[in-house]
């Protein structure tokens, strides 16, 4: 099932794993990296292989992208595996962590069971799940962590709801370390989040939008951070996107704590007035915040504070965001786009390629043991050629996921998507 | 059909046009546009004083009032200041039918689009729902009131009362209490007072204080006395009752007490100080009814004559901007 084998010549290699980006080429075969040629060429080739000759484009590992929702199962209409799984292959996207919030939610075993089985069903993108750390995410009692992990859930997490009662949070912690498996935790106050649909300040004043303090981040975060000293655990924090809480997340590390922390490309790219009039699709959950904690957010993401970008994938369809702006459903679709607008702060000379590479490549697979994001010889041929420059134009209608809420419709990205290789399979070209 | 009063018929044979095909928000608004619906609403005071008081400047046109949330004054202000104008009115209340069924707003106002009105008002209780609405539609969109945002012919009326009472509003001091935070009325003032030279203090308790509200160019303040003082205009907002259980404010009667205006705070202000309300009232709540009901300061029923006629003054610059308008 593996194809016959697939050789990339005069690309641009990134690989961040090896600290390498330069000239080089690569060959495939049985589904896997055979070479790696750094600096030089592949020599002579049989007549059976695929050459691809990739006139300087950029050759990089597939992306890893830990937070993904589809509506399967329970919301189809929304997004199905498939879409989902199609919507990764054309942004380069190899594999994704889907988040435990459907329907039922991912909270046992056979639930874990049977969205691996369907996914490995479609054979696009390699598809994972996260399970939930309460039953039914109801941050009340612990779900079958260990069950789960056996199952192959990679991380354990509520998704969206932050697990209020603080004596369970520290029972899945020290629970979830015995089986080695990481917690993540969305950082955000739920009484200052309560109804919330912005980020407090004179921009949401003005709309007359019900808001929370950029602080409702930090004030959970800094109650993670001494579960964490208290159980030795190691802790994700799920979309850090403000400068205060960056504070203590930087505090926390410095102090030797095992946190790391994500944030979202929508979070890197947009400002609380990308809203404008009441625009829906900006409608994020946390909500878009001030310019400052944006830079701030940039800098992290520079730096290696903030260590992977996710997508946050999220799908809501028209009947979901085509409402008053405290009505509609938050959230954005991303996988398409992840690629791209990360890409805009190379091109913006913010931070250099490989760093970006790092933060969806061998960053999150390295925190959740995956065998991916690296251009090694055995490693398995999940692979993106990309044409860094290419310019593109984000039409929201036109994006694979079968809901259409991109907050990048209309802007000008660089960076296009020219083939997707999982396990030396095409499963996109361009 | 009456005669236009001779001030109104010669606001009405100038040429001004009024550029835009909705009234949403205050801050839509310019300087002249708004000195132009003022001077036209000013006319139709005259008009509404008379005892014939109907004109056919929106012969054949329709006006739905679509009322999501409850209200009697707006309501009917819109609807007689529609009738006056010879419109045909339609009142709409989503609450008790298909809004209730599920349908969304969007597929409210598609389904009444098709039936060719010409204005639609809307009140709705999320920010940015009139908005919405003027993107789906074909017709003229009058905001009255969208949630926590603007209510933009509130301002109007309030900018006409004022002009009315002291003939100017540059230069006025107006202090703006209560609750700031949840009041649609304060944006919509705070926006179009200060854009007609006015002096703008937001006073409330911190609770009830917009998050930066400082960077409206306002000044705020706590203690009513020191808001108030040397004000030309008090201006008061409701306090819903819920909101004041310890939510908040710790209870009525310590609202009352530091922030409800009686004549002992009253007294800060300048001595020819007008008060206002948009009502409705909370007696002995955000106002004690000796103030209120005082004719020498009150402006409270004024304001509701003047809605009227603002009302008239909006309805009348859309229709003229309406398609096939004559």
Redesign the interface.
Known sequence: MSGKPIAFTNVRLVDPASGYDGPGALIVTEGVIADVVKGGDLGALSRDVEVVDGKGALLLPGLVDIRVKTGEPGTETKETLKSAARAAAAGGVTSIVLQPDTDPVIDEPSVVDFILRRARDIELVKVHVAGAATKGARGERMAEIGLMTEAGCLYISDADRPIVDSKVMRRVLSYAKAFGVLVAHRPADPWLSAGAAASEGEFASRMGLPSVPAIAEKIMLERDLALVELTGSRLLVDQVTTASALESLKRGRDKGLAITATTSINHLSFNEIDIGDYRTFCKLDPPLRSEDDRQAVIEAVATGLIQVVVSAHAPAPAEDKRLPYDEAAPGAVGLQTLLPALLTFHHEDRIPLIDLIRTVTCAPAELLGLEAGRLAKGAPADLVLCDLNAPLLIDADKLISKSKNSPFDGRRLQGKVLRTVVDGRTVFAG | MTTAPPGLNEVLQRTFSFPKRHFLSATDLNEVEVANLLDLADGFVSLNRQTSKKLDLLKGRTLMNLFFENSTRTQSSFELAGKRLGADVVNMSPRSSSIAKGE???DTAVTLNAMQPDLLVVR?S????A??LSQKVSCSVINAG?????HPTQALLDALSMRRSFGRIAGLKVAICGDVLHS?VA?SNVALLQMLGAEVRLVGPPTLI????E??NVAIHHRMREGIAGCDVVMMLRLQLERMDGVMAPSQREYFRFFGLDREKLAFAAPHVRVMHPGPMNRGVEIDSDVADDLSVSLIQDQVEMGVAARMAVLTSLAARLENAR
């Open positions: 969304t707003l969007i709705h999320s920010s940015g729902a908005s919405l969208d949630g926590q945002h603007e649609r944006r917009p998050a930066q509200a960077r409206w």
